[in-house]
């Protein structure tokens, strides 16, 4: 496979925020606030409302909870409709606009205010990574947190691969169905072509990412004070040989599933497939989900969020806006002095961090300026609150 | 209820009419004279009462035979087979197919309840063995559930010495086949390809 050309002489453009005005989104009631270009740092208690700042802004981009909250959900106690809006420089718009009604269960979103009925046209129409003590659960977890990980940040930058992916899971849902069915005149074996065309086509580029994400992988270990070889591997459930076409990928798909029919009749589940594909992260050759310390494991979940923004970097070709939720708490201090150092080497992107006291905001980051967050309100840092 | 929501109510369940836009209607219906409104009640009457599907190849139609199937320049050795009857209207506005239909009241989603048995589909195949059926074109829209009604058909007229083509992709994946224009669907059409037997 041809390596993918270097692009380091054309400087990404930096995504960013100008002017956010959120109403009736979680706790906060109404937020309007002028975002500076190098980003600010937000400071409150837990629970004020911080998190869910950055939950809005993430929005933006995935036009879904980042927590994995249903839309009905986000809507503040008591209010019928939330509403996002953002003005921003060097994303794909200028002015983007996501309005929700809990009553109808209506999605509006506007870009540049033209209406956009379909959310993978909006789809990283403000790109952001966002950082989390949680994001642990990306290489402790299971694997499907590291599919939708995976399937997320591929699908934000290719919209067929979005296309594959629906089409992928309309299949499958429809097999399942019909194995649950046990009718003759609802045969599984009609959406085993789907499947393996679609599929095939979602392991292509699964596959094509890992090979581009490896050495980074292995870089950021480095770079992040891991002594060991940090590995990336896909565990593909009908391993691609080098070199494996649409058509290879899609015979052996539609051969396992013909395989496996009728055990899937017995369990009433497709149980092989892309579906059930999953990454492994080592660390010299030994599985940090089932092996790792807690450290290393963090670690290693902000180096996949590292591969994220080089992603959309290299391959969207705009710097995302980093949302950085308490991202070293409970890491040691070298450990926290490396990560801090790896995020915020990349030039001139936007930086919204949130931390609980004035006291976290770590020294490369503590030139942003700073709002205090209480009872879902922002308001500029006075020095009566230090 | 008043008449008024009862109205607006009804329009309401319409495909792509919200509560605003039935609410509109209702207001521009009472606004106009009253006997335009009458013969509007009429047409809904006698689409509701003599309206029917055709026996045949279950198209719409008044009549004992549906216009297509009666008609006898129309070439009964080729049959198109559709998802609704409505799809019918946009293949005939691409001007080029000779043959006959035959709309399969649906398509394939287990996910909904909907399986072959409450599909023509057997219909389908007794048409085909009964007579001097050359060839089957599947022209079920080209999504995932149209993809799999498609194959499923396929394999139930298996056994029957009879071509089953499918359409070509010309029209967008997931765009109906009732939107798309004449001559993206004449294209599709010329372009059609023979589905093989699945040894599998
Ligand atoms: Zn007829």
């Given at each position: 496979m041809e390596a993918p050309a270097r692009t380091t002489d054309v400087r990404p453009v930096a995504a960013r925020l100008q002017r956010l005005v959120i109403r009736d989104f979680r706790n906060l009631a109404d937020v309007t606030l002028v975002v500076p270009p190098g980003g600010l740092a937000l400071v409150g208690d837990n629970g004020h409302g911080k998190t869910n700042l950055l939950e809005a802004v993430y929005y933006l981009h995935?036009?879904?909870?980042?927590?994995?909250?249903r839309d009905v959900e986000?809507?503040?106690?008591?209010?019928?409709t939330f509403h996002i809006g953002a003005e921003a420089a060097g994303a794909r718009r200028d002015r983007l606009s996501v309005g929700f009604e809990k009553e109808t269960g209506r999605r509006r979103i506007l870009l540049d205010g033209v209406p956009c009925p379909r959310v993978s046209d909006a789809l990283g129409a403000l790109p952001s990574v966002a950082f989390s003590p949680a994001d642990v659960a990306l290489v402790a977890g299971g694997p499907g947190g590291r599919r939708h990980w995976l399937d997320v940040t591929l699908a934000s930058t290719s919209a067929r691969y979005l296309g594959s992916l629906r089409d992928y899971r309309a299949a499958l849902s429809q097999r399942n169905a019909a194995l649950r069915a046990r009718s003759r005149s609802s045969p599984p074996a009609v959406w085993e072509p789907a499947m393996a065309e679609h599929g095939a086509a979602l392991r292509l580029a699964r596959a094509e990412f890992i090979d581009w994400a490896r050495p980074r992988v292995t870089e950021s270990g480095m770079s992040l004070g891991e002594r060991g070889l940090v590995e990336a591997r896909y565990r593909c459930g009908d391993p691609l040989l080098p070199g494996a076409t649409l058509d290879d990928a899609r015979e052996a798909i539609a051969a396992t599933l013909a395989a496996g029919r009728d055990r899937d009749l017995e369990r009433g589940?497709?149980?092989?497939?892309?579906?059930?594909d999953d990454i492994e992260i080592r660390l010299d050759g030994v599985s940090l989900r089932r092996y790792g310390s807690a450290g290393q494991q963090r670690t290693a979940a902000i180096a996949l969020r590292l591969l994220e923004c080089a992603w959309y970097r290299e391959r969207g070709g705009t710097e995302p806006v980093l949302l950085l939720?308490?991202?070293?708490?409970?890491?040691d201090r070298g450990r926290a002095a490396r990560v801090l150092a790896a995020i915020t080497a990349r030039e001139g992107g936007q930086v919204l961090l949130a931390v609980p006291r004035a006291d976290d905001i770590p020294a490369a980051l503590t030139a942003l300026p700073r709002f205090r967050v209480r009872d879902g309100t922002i308001s500029p840092w006075s020095d009566a609150d230090a | 209820m008043s008449a008024i929501d009862d109205l607006a109510a009804e329009l309401a369940?319409?495909?792509?009419?919200g509560k605003k836009t039935a609410m509109r209607l209702t207001y521009h219906l009472l606004k106009q004279p009253s006997d335009r409104s009458l013969r509007l009640a009429q047409a809904l009457e006698v689409l509701a009462e003599r309206v029917h599907p055709c026996p045949r190849c279950h198209n719409l139609t008044e009549q004992d035979l549906c216009a297509i199937c009666s008609?006898?320049?129309?070439?009964?050795s080729v049959i198109c087979a559709v998802e609704e009857a409505s799809d019918i209207w946009a293949i005939e506005r691409s001007g080029e197919y000779r043959g006959v239909y035959h709309v399969l009241g649906g398509r394939l989603s287990p996910l909904d309840g909907v399986s072959a048995s409450d599909l023509t589909v057997n219909h389908l195949v007794e048409r085909v063995a009964a007579g001097e059926v050359r060839e089957v074109i599947m022209a079920t829209n080209p999504s995932v559930e149209g993809e799999a009604t498609a194959l499923l058909v396929q394999q139930a007229l298996g056994a029957a010495p009879v071509r089953v083509s499918r359409i070509a992709r010309g029209l967008p994946m997931g765009g109906d086949l009732e939107y798309a224009d004449g001559v993206t669907i004449a294209q599709a059409l010329v372009a059609r390809r023979d589905m093989v037997q699945d040894s599998r």
């Open positions: 995935l036009f879904r909870s980042l927590r994995g909250a986000l809507v503040r106690f008591g209010a019928t589940s497709t149980l092989q497939g892309p579906h059930r939720d308490d991202p070293v708490a409970e890491l | 369940k319409l495909p792509g009419i008609d006898p320049r129309r070439d009964a």
